[in-house]
């Protein structure tokens, strides 16, 4: 008798199992262990800025285990950026360090990646950018879930990053290292969009017409050409979501499950 773990679609319910657990995982998740047996392709979750997985995929994880997907989050934090490396360039690589991890434990030989905000970015420049990993040649699928594929500015705070006050920018550097390479028209984000296509990975995008950080919310549907776009109210006229929401949000997180099991099919 399979016992489906209880889904709980509440940010609030994930803020207490996260503050509980804080170096946890979501319900449903999974750990790479060598050995583990997997009856499909593994789902790897890669948070935003300054997210944890035991908050954000909170929703995700339980869905996908009662849907018959193993799910494994990663969890990336402050990688500095160099003078000749960018932080994001750091976290895709210590993403594919991670894509390869579970492909050994489990034997499978290619997995599909959930990835929110930044998250997803991050997971776009491994495919896009790395072309040299074997873990970009891994990925199947992506799915955006609000991701920052523009760029964010913070709701227009970030508009003029060069007019900030000296201490603001040295906190921003000390706590989000990569706030400048996610500013639209950063290097990063020209490498990505320069970058060949990746046509052997389907792109799905979600996003929410209320995101406070993607601002329009339609920058991320247009920055990747062939992706597949789907808007939220689109499918729940009256979900009013923003940025954070959407991961918690019945009917986004069912897109997700679609996306993924159509690349299935």
């Not at 879930?145 to 003029?160: I, K």
């Not at 949000?249 to 997700?256: G, N």
């Amino acid at each position: 008798m399979i016992i489906e773990i209880p889904v709980h679609y509440s940010r609030r319910a994930a803020l207490r199992h996260s503050a509980a657990h804080p170096r946890g995982l979501p319900p449903g998740a999974r750990r790479p262990e060598p050995g583990t047996a997997v009856s499909s392709v593994p789902v790897i979750l890669v948070h935003g800025t300054n997210g944890r997985s035991s908050c954000d995929w909170f929703t995700l994880a339980p869905l996908l285990a009662n849907h018959g997907r193993d799910a494994y989050p990663f969890d990336w934090r402050r990688a500095r950026p160099g003078p000749d490396v960018s932080a994001t360039h750091r976290h895709a690589l210590e993403l594919a360090a991670f894509v390869d991890e579970v492909r050994a434990a489990t034997g499978a030989g290619r997995v599909d990646v959930v990835g929110h905000s930044w998250g997803a970015v991050i997971a776009r420049y491994l495919v896009s950018c790395l072309p040299g990993e074997p873990a970009a040649g891994a990925v199947r699928s992506l799915v955006g879930l609000a991701p920052t594929y523009g760029g964010t500015t913070l709701h227009g705070l970030l508009r003029h990053p060069h007019r900030l006050p000296a201490n603001l920018r040295r906190w921003l550097d000390a706590k989000i290292p990569t706030w400048r390479e996610q500013l639209p028209g950063s290097a990063v984000l020209a490498a990505i969009n320069g970058a060949p296509p990746a046509p052997e990975v389907r792109f799905t995008t979600v996003v929410t017409r209320y995101d406070q950080m993607v601002t329009p919310y339609t920058a991320s549907l247009t920055a990747v050409p062939g992706a597949e776009q789907v808007v939220l109210q689109d499918h729940a006229r009256r979900a009013v979501v923003g940025h954070l929401g959407i991961l918690h949000h019945p009917a986004a997180l069912s897109q997700v499950l679609r996306a993924l099991d159509a690349v299935s099919r």
